[in-house]
């Protein structure tokens, strides 16, 4: 340890993690649960899919910008403070988007805190001659019924709705009016079109936005498109199809320009921060301290995400009068960005200009053109990305519809992040058991497994027992793939080939599967979404394992490891394993050049 305080490395490690700690946590508050929400508000899943996928390109390109920035004019604690700040106050203009039906049934808020919604009172499904009449007069408690209630069949005390033609059991959604039923429940029922996307001659944007009407026989199975009956009742409800479609492009457009805004002042946070602890640490030749911090941000996001689940189930009943149920998640990472705020004042902040390329980003892109296995590790985490955000995008969905709390989904997300934390000792051992390519497929089978196992949901708590595989499909993978950028980077471009494969490859796919799934989840289901992307997935393995064995292996001799390896505080077989290949790698090196 240094005697001059600016380098103190003890200190400035202690206030890095638990920078990672509340940093972890205040993603988990929000994060997971954000589609979820976007549901509340009633968008369907094709708007979900072009939100979530604004937002995954937007931190893919806007962070390495911004890092780029705060380095070249030393401004990064102010960007640091500032992302905190402002990000913990955009997040609560979230909370301002206006709900489309503030139906109090919605939830059960009298004094059972179940994940049961409360159940309207039966309706009689229409004959097979007669259109549902229209009420009277729109009463302000409940709106009028729609088909996907019922066209669809009856409520029972359970919370389930069975079919007039079906003996299927099938939760009862609570989404708002325009949008009612999930996209794989409905098509379960023959009498109903999508919920999603009605089956109206309409383009598929705004059959994603038109609510289905009251007294549309033709949805319910009535009489025909040109008869009057039908005719008159489109007459009638027209206004009501234009009040509804009108809303909730109003509230898309809404959501869109608070993510965006929201996203801007987010996405540099990270980046920044790992930039500027790695100068740091590199400067007084510290850097393997660097390698582990990353288990305190899993940590914290795994108390994070179970904490603001808690919380949520005791405090959304008593906060539904000022917003949709899941405001209490932007109050919590509003909170949480405050805490954060006040541990960046002691951040670690190097003050001198580190000598070095500034357009690393450049050259690590013309390194991967050049390096046919790179070309290939890319692309593979491009798929991952797009694969991967669907499970971030939609298993929430799919979780509620079969009556999981928002307690359960929390605790699914923290099953996978431990299991990640746990099986870490045994990286070394993984990586030179199965080899680098080896653990990528383990890592992609995993992942399928796990989409496939979505598919297939039965009950509230079926998604947890699969979560486990999660520390594999995710950390496994990722460790495999940070190895072999190691293995084929050049000399001081690791973390520069690193931060491009985590943020333009995989955010990249991230946003493509976002944009994509949402509209398959619109025109198909949940399940379909989750076994078309198993197979995507098993095919992309196979042509995986059978073209990297055939690429030609340069691997670089990267000297920089062996000053890392002296000052290494890691296992003494992985020592022993990472030196003999780099005096093997050196004596090659020395052999060529005395030839």
Sequence with gaps: MSANPQWDIRRALGVARLFHLVCGARDATVTPFLTLYL??????????????????????????????????????????????????????LMALVPLRDRDPGYRSCNGSRGATPSIPPPEVAPTENSAPARPASRSPARAPSLPAESGAGTGDASGFRTGPRESVREPVSRLPRPLVGSAEGARTTPE????????????????????????????????????????????????DLDFSWEGLRWTFVLSLGLMVFWELLAAPLQQVADDSLFEYLD????????????????????????????????????LMTSGPPGVVHFYGYSLVSSLALLVSIAFPVPIFRQREPSYRAVKALSLVEGHPRLILLASTVFVMGAITSTVQNFLFWHMKDHGSSELVMGFSVALGLLGEILLHPFKTTLLRKLSRAGTVGLGL???????????????????????????????????????????????????????????????GGASL???????LVGHFSLAA???????????????FLSIWPRLPQEQQINYSKLLTMEASDTSDSEQGVERDWLVKAMREDLSNWKG
């Excluded at 079109?193 to 199975?221: C, M, N, Q, R």
């Excluded at 599967?513 to 509209?519: D, E, M, N, T």
């Excluded at 078309?532 to 098993?538: F, I, T, Y």
């Design 529 to 543: 979404l989750y076994q078309a992307s198993c197979v995507v997935l098993l095919l992309w393995l196979i042509l």
């Design 513 to 519: 599967g976002s944009f994509v799934g949402g509209f």
């Design 445 to 507: 089978g995993c992942l399928s497994g796990q989409l496939l196992y979505y598919s297939f949901l039965w009950s509230w708590w079926s998604a947890l027992p699969v979560q486990i595989l999660s520390a594999v499909s995710n950390g496994a993978l990722w460790w495999a793939v940070g190895a072999s950028i190691e293995d084929l980077a050049t000399p001081r471009t690791e973390r520069s080939l690193g931060a491009v494969f985590g943020g333009h490859f995989y955010g």
């Design 39 to 92: 549901r509340q508000l009633g968008l369907a899943a094709p708007w979900v899919g072009v939100l979530m996928g604004t937002k995954h390109l937007i931190a893919a390109f806007w962070a390495p910008f911004c890092a780029f920035l705060a380095r070249s004019y030393r401004s990064r604690r102010a960007l640091l403070m500032g992302s905190l700040l402002g990000s913990g106050a955009a997040s609560l």
């Design 192 to 239: 109903v079109l999508h919920p999603i996307t009605p089956g109206l001659k309409d383009t598929p944007w705004e059959g994603a936005f038109k609510g289905v009407s009251t007294a549309h026989p033709l949805l319910a199975g009535g009489s025909a498109l040109g008869s009057p009956a039908n005719l008159s009742a489109a007459e009638g409800n027209s206004g």
């Design 283 to 318: 400067f007084v030749d510290a850097t393997d301290r660097y390698r582990n911090l990353w288990i305190w941000r899993l940590l914290g996001a795994s108390a994070g995400v179970c904490g603001i689940a808690a919380l949520a189930e005791q405090l959304d009943c008593f």
